[in-house]
DNA sequence: TGTTTTTAGTAAGGTGGCTAACTATTTCTC
DNA sequence: GAGAAATAGTTAGCCACCTTACTAAAAACA
């Protein structure tokens, strides 16, 4: 599912009116982030348009992404929910509800753990396996057709820049998180 | 409201090891799209959290950035809903369903159109004009703060990579479209 | 042994989509 | 001018993907 996006960016110059009447707003720094986000919705909508095509998910993918059987022992599998869900940032509640549409399409399994009697064990099935096998090729060949205009050089400048606003981002987080739990801390102790 | 995301990036070394398996999987090409998912993702999340604070969304907030009055005459302000979903890519059942919540919270107001009463002319109410003045400041400090890491070079560098990218997506989205297209055409006609 | 923490899942609710159908209005065609 | 077609906004129903609070059971801790 996509977010709202705008069709179009503004042009430059609406940038440029718009910081008469907001000081803050550097029209060359919004310009280079707004890219970043219409960027990142329209690949994604091109990957969702293939998901689509094999009646799967973004959600349903990533965990079988997830969950698919790896050569090597390079890459560690998650087995259970509380995994996936740590994995992907997100409750295990989510993950309950993704395993469940996962699972009545016999895309996965899931099994009591073997240690603990709390635990959930997940595996793709052999269906899940062979579907994931039939919708990989084409799907990293379109990753490779989307950065197609890039050089190889452009993609590592890329990623490094990426990486400069992902580690800022991130920052900003972690800086947030310590203003809130300051802010949750009883008045009295600032004597 | 976010999508599914790894937490961490996978290591190289562990898409060197699945391209074993999957030849169509290129490494370097597959690193530097996930850098832009992520990346979309995190400054995302910061920007939500942001309008978690003053309690709102993502898409109200865009459809708000929409109706705001500005100053000059440089940028059209949309003002039916049919526009509203034209500049956002949707329907406008959708922008029905966000303007019932913005009109509900007292930040849009809703009347007849003056020259075909089919329509709707929706506006900002000064509730919501101020609202938007006083969330708009620290937004765009927000902003240059995520961008804060990137010189003014390399911000332009990264709008030009990524227009490359989006110019792609968009490419692929046509020639699916004509796909489908042709895909529809009765089979008669390819005598 | 009793208490606290952890696990997976359920329930309830939210956001932001979509489609199809609908009603009222406007535009187009003959 | 009459009727058909298109348009505008809304409604109803559905979906995907979240969240929090809660439950029962198991595990860990003191």
Redesign the pocket.
């Known amino acids: 599912?996509?977010?709202?996006v705008l069709k179009e960016l503004p042009r430059y110059e609406c940038l440029v009116e718009a910081a008469k009447q907001f000081p803050d707003l550097n029209p060359s720094v919004c310009e280079a982030f707004m890219h970043l986000i219409r960027a990142g919705d329209e690949v994604s909508r091109v990957m969702d348009a293939h998901f689509a095509d094999h009646d799967i998910?973004?959600?349903?993918f990533l965990m079988m992404m997830l969950l698919i059987e790896k050569k090597g022992t390079a890459c560690a599998r998650p087995s259970?929910?509380?995994e996936l869900?740590d994995l992907?940032?997100?409750?295990?509640?989510?993950?309950?509800?993704?395993?469940?549409?996962l699972e009545r399409d016999g895309f996965v399994r899931?099994e009591p753990?073997t240690?603990?009697?709390?635990?959930?064990s997940v595996h793709l099935t052999p269906e899940g396996q062979a579907f994931m096998h039939g919708l990989l090729p084409e799907h990293f060949r379109l990753v490779n057709d989307l950065m197609g205009n890039l050089s190889e050089h452009e993609r590592a400048t890329l990623a490094k820049l990426l990486t400069k606003i992902s580690t800022k981002a991130v920052a900003c987080g972690v800086a947030r998180r310590q203003e809130t739990s300051a802010a949750e801390l009883p008045a009295t102790i600032h004597i």
């Open positions: 599912m996509q977010r709202l998910t973004h959600g349903r259970t929910p509380a869900a992907a940032s997100v409750s295990r509640a989510t993950i309950t509800g993704l395993l469940d549409t899931r753990g240690d603990d009697r709390r635990q959930m």
